[in-house]
């Protein structure tokens, strides 16, 4: 079982940046991918970026040279830090880890105004 609390979403200017962290718990070890989802409303969930493990990064189009995903396993944490916030990033964002199932986050509002 894993645990994943987010934190860091809230409301910006575009052109602004956020940073969102998600926090890992439990069976940790078991985890090869944590990523970071998003869902605007009327809108299908998206992969936004991943870290695999022993591979590297992955990001989707629209956010690349804008957001970077990391990892601190020292503190079992993985980041978003979104740069160039536009208000098409506004959406609902969603930790994920992936093992031999799915986890996920409660979620955190990302609002981008203009």
């Known amino acids: 079982q894993v645990r994943l609390v987010e934190s860091g979403g809230g409301l910006v200017q575009a052109g602004g940046s956020l940073r969102l962290s998600c926090a890992a718990s439990?069976?940790?070890?078991?985890?090869?991918?944590m990523g970071w989802y998003r869902q605007a409303p009327g809108k299908q969930r998206e992969l936004v970026a991943a870290?695999?493990?022993?591979?590297?990064?992955n990001y989707a189009d629209s956010v690349k040279g804008r957001f970077t995903i990391s990892r601190d396993n020292a503190k079992n944490t993985v980041y978003l830090q979104m740069n160039s916030l536009k208000p098409d990033d506004t959406a609902v964002y969603y930790c994920?880890?992936?093992?031999?199932?799915?986890?996920w986050g409660q979620g955190t509002q990302v609002t981008v105004s203009s």
């Open positions: 439990g069976s940790i070890a078991s985890i090869s991918i």
């Open positions: 870290i695999i493990r022993g591979v590297g990064t």
């Open positions: 994920n880890a992936r093992s031999m199932y799915d986890y």
